[in-house]
């Protein structure tokens, strides 16, 4: 697919086009969900608990599974775990799991708890997969969640939800830099447009600088997971987390570089949802200290 429309540059994203801290797009208020169906706006689910880590940012898997029950619950309406998993799959779903794969990667303990939630809500374990990797796998499945970690990039921005597929295209390198502008085709090649029912981001320890390369100055616990169908509504909440944080730290605007140009094209070059800040729900539960959503 042809990267369409104007693109979007450096210059744009420094004068003001996205902001430095992601506010109100310019854009329209064309709402579409992963799925490309018509939608209000669009819903992104914060939980976060205190004690999700311990002192040592291990995991506490029980936590884990309490936020994850609602999660679930608190994004679909429904009153049970195994309602809400199969509102957004069936048992004849193949459906891969896509966790961020390495370099300040997916907790393995978020990946267990999904697997574990899933099986508990009636979806054969031989039915789920692990689908990082290449443009082969997903062509195996008919369902995808996608698992990222929060964290920004140092060749891309951020490199959280729309950057999670990026394997998939066989040519990582062509959506570096400036070029991160494109990478909301991704979202559109056959073997996974239409297929992600469900965005999971691991935000428990988040990396704000450096990334990928872990620098321990520049992680957090901010214990939280983020849920939802938009993928561009999802990072516009994770982009305006990490800006946060990074302004939180510095006492003043600290701009990401390269500039994350891909969060608004993904929406008006690519139609995938809303970069638009007022067509974004945010519904938060629990632990407030510090939400930094603005």
């Not at 992963?34 to 689910?45: D, F, M």
């Not at 990222?148 to 999670?164: D, S, Y």
């Not at 965005?199 to 983020?226: C, E, S, T």
């Not at 561009?232 to 987390?241: D, G, K, M, S």
Request: glycine share 10%; aromatic share 6%; net charge positive.
């Amino acid at each position: 697919m042809s990267h369409k429309g104007k693109s979007l540059t450096r210059r744009d994203f420094l004068r003001g086009t996205l902001g430095t801290t992601l506010g109100v797009s310019v854009l329209g208020t064309k709402l579409v969900t992963a799925g490309g169906r018509p939608a209000g706006k669009s819903l992104v689910t914060l939980v976060r608990d205190q004690n999700a880590m311990d002192a040592s940012n291990n995991v506490k898997t029980n936590v884990l599974k309490t936020m994850l029950d609602q999660t679930l619950i608190k994004f679909t309406g429904k009153n049970t775990t195994k309602k809400a998993w199969l509102s957004l799959v069936t048992p004849k779903d193949t459906i891969g799991l896509v966790p961020t794969p390495h370099l300040n990667p997916t907790h393995q303990e978020v990946t267990d708890a999904v697997t574990s939630s899933l099986i508990e809500a009636g979806i054969p374990e031989g039915k789920i997969l692990n689908a990082q990797g290449g443009p082969d796998k997903p062509e195996a499945c008919t369902a995808l969640i996608g698992l990222p970690a929060l964290k920004a990039h140092w060749l891309t921005g951020i490199g959280t939800v729309l950057k999670l597929y990026i394997l998939y295209s066989g040519n990582p390198r062509n959506y570096h830099a400036e070029n991160n502008a494109k990478l909301g085709e991704i979202w559109n090649l056959p073997c996974c447009k239409g297929k992600t029912r469900l965005v999971l981001v691991d935000a428990l320890h988040p990396l704000f600088d450096k990334g990928p390369q872990v620098d321990p100055r520049y992680k957090w616990a901010y214990n939280g997971l983020i849920a939802g169908t938009d993928p561009v509504a999802l990072e516009t909440v994770c982009l305006r987390i990490i800006m946060e944080k990074r302004k939180l730290m510095k006492g003043e605007p600290w701009p990401l570089s390269p500039p994350p140009l891909c969060v608004e094209a993904a929406d008006k070059d690519y139609g995938l949802g809303t970069s638009n800040w007022d067509n974004i729900k945010v519904e938060n539960y629990g632990w407030e200290k510090e939400l930094l959503l603005g």
